[in-house]
């Protein structure tokens, strides 16, 4: 089974530009979580969707950052503008919890590690 | 508001030694409790994970933890420490689980380094 597919794994861009990072879920899982970790920080809760439907984005920073999860597959999380203090490793993560299924654990990617200069 | 706590920042223990990392959580009730494993350029790994019954909890590679309430802990413990297990370990807390949700709160992390 593959896991959790993030991409670009590093992005650099400049302040002002937009970047969109790709994660692509374990196959089957409905629950889809964005979760970011500033350097020197704790990694940080942003959104999770259910399916399609955003469930809880009460992590999200700001209005310049927008998740899709068109058709309940894979994800983007778009950012635009970028500033300096987005810069960090966003990670996705999937799992198949759901009633009765509460101890399904999270499976997590990679890593997108994004720097903003 | 749940928190959780990870003292150590970096941890260096020698190969075949002991190891305990420290957590400590703060939540208003009875907590889902996990320990992470990141190892270099891979996402996070779950080692184990306490949601209830024995307090004792044990995971892969050869890690246990032990869920104290009287504390607020969940310390992660592996008696015998081999090279490979060099990575950096996260402890997070997650609320009740219903109909979906792993929203979980994590420490800042402990850098373990294991010297030959």
Sequence with gaps: ?117 | AQSVTQPDIHITVSEGASLELRCNYSYGATPYLFWYVQSPGQGLQLLLKYFSGDTLVQGIKGFEAEFKRSQSSFNLRKPSVHWSDAAEYFCAVGGRITGGGNKLTFGTGTQLKVEL
């Design chain 1, 1 to 117: 089974e593959a896991g959790v597919t993030q991409f670009p794994s590093h992005s650099v861009i400049e302040k002002g530009q937009t970047v969109t990072l790709r994660c692509d879920p374990i196959s089957g899982h409905d629950n889809l979580y964005w979760y970011r970790r500033v350097m020197g920080k704790e990694i940080k809760f942003l959104l999770h969707f259910v399916k399609e439907s955003k469930q809880d984005e009460s992590g999200m920073p700001n209005n310049r950052f927008l998740a899709e999860r068109t058709g309940g597959t894979y994800s983007t999380l778009k950012v635009q503008p970028a500033e300096l203090e987005d810069s960090g490793v966003y990670f996705c993560a999937s799992s198949q919890e759901g009633r009765g299924r509460r101890d399904s654990p999270l499976h997590f990617g990679n890593g997108t590690r994004l720097t903003v200069t």
